[in-house]
């Protein structure tokens, strides 16, 4: 992929003239863009003003550099990168202030009931799992794959084993990665992720040396170098200041809005490439890590894997302008930003058609003469609640029928294949089937 590198500011105003300088500066304030531009877009567009495309590239940097935050992480040779704040970012931020995080009013089927939100909660993260899992070169088909997480049978291959190792990993950084951020925690968290799918295990959880051939990042279409990573005697220390920098160490008084030290988390990661294998799993599981320690709690919902793997070379490209442009990684932040905007939006698209779904059904239901009120009752909770769990005692306490009656409803539920029944113990469970919706939609029900 070639992404063209900008002209530098010492070469544009060291071939012009004292005159045409204070032209240039009068015009300053009409160069700017509404959109965050790299070289390589705005070489192609028409300047205004009659300037030319290296005067207008000349003035932008201008307006960019004094608003400019570095941060810890720099290259090889020590120079940092930095980031700004343009109004596309504080536009993006906001939308995932409003959207992903504090007391949201959520589409019923994820906030009405806690087994609810569990269950579409795992749903997510299964979809993330499988979907960061296809980006990384797995090819198990998503139906396969969520019945290989549903059953918890073991892997088959390394795709499948790529699936689970994201799943798993997926669920430790909710519960075993905690909320500061450690060397040792990386090293785990990467070790899950690529447990039984290198080809030396012995790189699993563990940072490159120098006594080991370092990695590259090549394109996939042309085989051309995208990015060199730092050398490995470097790792150690980076690390060490990656998670300093995710816990907020050493900045006192400065302010860095959560969700950009989430994005810059995983871009820090990803460009030190620390691993043999696995960083961009690794990269991805840290920005939920930190999005959740921050309380964007929606994030959790997402699938940004998705979103990345039908257009990776965006992905690619946002990595290449801010390597090709003084280490800007404001383009990478408007990529990430754009990536969680649309996933947030594919979530609720997803919620209304459950919601619709659900609606539909339950009218379906209400007009048969298949199913009595205690009947209609159970089937409309269990379409909104997949998860729930009933049982003859709890059917008649809450209809406030008999122990028999109770016995009968369920019974003929099961008989009909809308409930599964499990032993536990001396009682029976009941389950709502797994394709409930569909099977309450077919003639016989309707």
Known sequence: MYVATPPTLSDIFGKLRAERLRVLMGSASEARTAEYLHWDKLRHLTPPNGLTSKEWWALIKLSRQPVWRPISL??????????????????????????????????????????????????SVMEEAIRSSQLEGATTSRRMAKELLQTGRPPRDRSEQLIVNNYRALQFIREGL????????????QRIL???????????????????????VYDRTDGSLIHRPPPAEQLPARMEQMCEFANGVNEPGRFVHPVIRSVLLHFW??????????????????FYWSMRKHGYWLTEYLSISR?????????????????????????????????????????????????????????????????????????????????????????????????????????????????TRRKQGHRYLFNPAADLSEKLRQPAFG
Not at 101 to 121: C, F, K, N, P, W
Not at 194 to 216: H, I, K, M, W, Y
Not at 327 to 354: C, G, N, P, S, W
Not at 399 to 414: F, I, K, Y
């Open 74 to 123: 720099s290259d090889p040779d020590g120079s940092r990168f930095v980031f700004g704040m343009p109004d596309e970012v504080i536009q993006l931020l906001h939308f995932v202030d409003q959207r992903c995080s504090g007391e949201i009013a959520m589409a019923e089927v994820v906030t009405a009931d806690d087994q609810a939100r569990r269950h579409y909660l795992v749903n």
């Open 178 to 189: 905690g909320d500061e951020l450690t060397s040792g925690g990386v090293l785990e968290l």
């Open 194 to 216: 690529t447990d039984g799918t290198l080809d030396n295990p012995d790189a699993a959880g563990r940072l490159q040396t120098p006594s080991d051939e370092r990695v590259a």
């Open 269 to 286: 990661l990803a460009y030190d490439h620390p691993f043999e294998d696995g960083k961009g799993r690794t990269a991805r599981a840290l």
């Open 307 to 419: 979103i990345l793997r039908n257009a990776p070379a965006k992905y690619t490209k946002a990595f290449l302008l801010t390597e090709t442009d003084d280490r800007d990684i404001t383009y990478f932040i408007i990529h990430q930003l754009e990536v969680i905007r649309r996933a947030v939006e594919e979530l609720h698209a997803y919620l209304r058609r459950k919601i619709k779904e659900v609606r539909e059904v339950e009218r379906l239901i209400r007009g048969s003469d298949d199913f009595n009120h205690r009947q209609l009752a159970v089937l409309s909770d269990a379409i909104r609640n997949p998860e729930r769990t009933y049982t003859f005692q709890i059917h008649a306490a809450t209809h406030n029928v008999t122990h028999e009656t109770a016995r009968t409803d369920l019974s003929q539920l099961m008989a009909k294949g809308l409930l």
